[in-house]
């Protein structure tokens, strides 16, 4: 079965520094989705990758899917606390068929010190 | 983005007793939609799929007569569960999936509805 390997599982870091989050699954990704969860609330969704070497932005977040389509970086701009959160890898159980189905990484807990 | 709702969003109950959770999509309609359960600091663990018109399917491990789902109509599904304990005690996310046919692009999630067990 499919596995997704987030890192760091946890992160710290001054406001107004950039950082990266890595996912790395154990097959090839069809659909890649990245949420942010705050502790006890529900997942927003950020963005969803497809293709390889596809890249999609969102205000200061940015997403890559590599060209092998087997690791995804989540990159955050000039943090802010706003920012803080848990950010959460998921793709598609069923892998090419797209069932909807969503496995998730562990998680990594971004913390933004003002 | 799609708008998708629990309700409720926290319930103590006690050991034995069932409770229902509603998970509602407010402005699309879903045939499909998920549920999850997160233990605390641990990620999502898919649980069963609710299909709209047709019995929901469960994950390896979940049971399903301890974890009724019906989804009555193509805007709602409700996740019972039924005899609770202690060890139920946990976040249940539903999603819904925006798509056309069986292409699943965008999923929201709901606010996730936070069960305790005494």
């Known amino acids: 079965s499919q596995e997704l390997e987030q890192s760091p599982q946890s992160l710290i870091v001054q406001e107004g520094k950039n950082l990266t989050i890595n996912c790395t699954s154990s097959k090839t990704l069809y659909g890649l989705y990245w949420y942010k969860q705050k502790y006890g609330e529900g997942l927003i969704f950020l963005m969803m990758l497809q293709k390889g070497g596809e890249e999609k932005s969102h205000e200061k977040i940015t997403a890559k899917l590599d060209e092998k389509k087997q690791q995804s970086s989540l990159h955050i701009t000039a943090s802010q606390p706003s920012h803080a959160g848990i950010y959460l890898c998921g793709a598609d159980k069923g892998g090419s068929s797209n069932t909807g189905k969503l496995i998730f990484g562990q998680g990594t807990t971004l913390q933004v010190k003002p | ?118």
């Not at chain 2, 600091?41 to 007569?65: P, R, W």
């Not at chain 2, 996310?93 to 069986?102: D, F, H, M």
Request: charged share 15%; with cysteine; glycine share 6%.
């Open chain 2, 1 to 118: 983005g799609a708008v998708v709702s629990q309700h409720p969003s926290w319930v103590i109950c006690k050991s034995g007793t069932s409770v229902k959770i509603e998970c509602r999509s407010l402005d699309f309609q879903a045939t499909t939609m998920f549920w999850y359960r997160q233990f605390p600091k641990q990620s999502l663990m898919l649980m069963a799929t609710s299909n709209e018109g047709s019995k929901a399917t469960y994950e390896q491990g979940v049971e399903k007569d301890k974890f009724l789902i019906n989804h009555a109509s193509l805007t709602l599904s409700t996740l019972t569960v039924t005899s609770a304990h202690p060890e139920d005690s946990s976040f249940y996310i539903c999603s819904a999936p925006k798509g056309a046919g069986l292409l699943f692009y965008e999923q929201y999630f709901g606010p996730g509805t936070r069960l305790t067990v005494t």
